[in-house]
């Protein structure tokens, strides 16, 4: 299994287009590194998504991109700013970190308040981030009234309050139904065209591949790939299922695809052969399986999700089936 | 900047339950202190309470707040180290210092409100409780012509400063507790428990000449303009508490800009 290492200096945009980019970003707890020379380069106006399995280090590094976690070394730059002074670009800058945290006692607009005057945000700026999350009219209840739906839409509300030209969303669909999710996919969009760059981590690689346009892989605090989704899908070469009428006929079957110089991987379990779609359609193996007098029962492509590269980019053996993806990639 | 962080703090702290909670609770604590002390007092002096004839005189409006200095403190303290702690254990603090990324300036503005919030509570207390008090001095006889001359004025301004000073000292010691233990709860147990277990039955009773070194001791020494007690002056009070005080507050400081923000 390959595990591509991307940098910034394999073509990447210069740093003038970039909203984020990082230069061998490390942090140690102790003996354990979380995070090992991470190069990030996230294009302005983009949306990323920063998936990676459970202990990756996206937490950790989001905490660094914010000031909260001081790296052991390596460098970056956000919006122009130096990593090492986060004063010089926070105030450009909206989070979402983990779960949302606020006052319980405080109402949704007290606690956007607090936030607001400390950031010297015109209280002015409360009002339109709670029209844009929905919450204006459960704006005056108190915070621990609300569900976690709610939770989660002041914490985009609060994020959203210094009019940021980065949006840095750790994990905002979590906890949400199935039409928070989606309303929270269209919100994101929204942002992307308003021309916020959005960095939203997610243990959903599904959801990423619906919103971002934009994809970083991190698994055990290294950088597995980053690049454009667009680009991650064109690497994604769909497969040729063919099943034999006859499930005796599969050992067959693939013995001749094998001779006709096709990559084959039979499965006896469920009696189909898989074979890659470079270079061979449908029609050639329905073909050559006639012309070897089996006749074929099924015949489709299978083409892989985000999902299926991410584990043949991290090495993961067994790709998840949709529905099993929640706890598994963190 | 500071004053950002300082409204911003505001905006927590002026929140009703809080706000009522605190300056009734240090009203009703110091009027009854009062109502102790007039109700007991002996009309000749002993059993360590002051006489009806003590609260005649210019001072004698301040007995019972002074009296209750301890417990304005410990509150002040308690609700010093919940503030503080409490940014650690919900979380906010990430929101905070994403707003706010120069940290000493965060905690210096936040510092000064609860300081602020403090002292205004204890004002207020202090309002009740002399209004307490002049009842109190009807219905025992005690006469209070001498409370409003310059030296009762005089007096009374100056009990009440050094009660100020001793509460800004408690609740600045409440902060550091509660930065360094990151949790309300344990800030609070560690810091009654020094204050009231530890310092008042512990250490000066097995070590008393330990007690002019130790901070609550001190706070209490600036608050009751001396200690008779223990024999410790008020200057001396004075400067160990701002040792105490000045050391922690470095200490919190260099902490807080320094610590990683996980929680």
Redesign the interface.
Known sequence: MTVTQVTRRTGEPPSSVLAVSTDGLTKRFGDRTVVDGVNLAIPRGSVCGFVGPNGAGKTTTIRMLLGLIRPSSGGGSILGGSLTDPASYLHKVGALIESPAFYPQLSGRDNLKALARLGRIPTSAIDPALGRTGMTDRAGDKYRSYSLGMKQRLGIAAALLPSPELLILDEPTNGLDPGGIVEMRGLIRSFADDGITVLVSSHLISEIEQVCDHVVMIRGGRLVHQGPVAELAARQRPDIVVAPEHATDLGQLAQILEVAGLSVAASPADGTATVPASGVSAADLNRLAMRGGITLRQISERTHSLEDVFFQLTGTDTAMSPGQEMGAIR | ?IG??Y???W??LK?K??LLSTFLGLAAASSLFVVLIFSNAPAHGGGGLPSLQQLARPNGLVFGLTRATFLLGVVAFGTAAAQTASEYS???L?????????RIT?LAGKMLAVMTFMVLATAFAAVVAFIVANVMAQTRGVSTSAWFTSTGFGDLLNALGNIELAVIGYTILGLVIGQFLRSAVAAVIVGFAWLLVIEQFILTRIIPSAAPWLPGISLSTIAGGGNSDFGISYSHGLVVAVIYIVVATVAASITFA?R???A
Request: hydrophobic share 40%.
């Open positions: 900047m950002a962080s409204l911003s703090e905006v927590k929140r339950t809080l919900l979380g906010t990430r929101q905070l210092l994403v707003r706010q990324p120069r965060l320094r990683d923000v996980t």
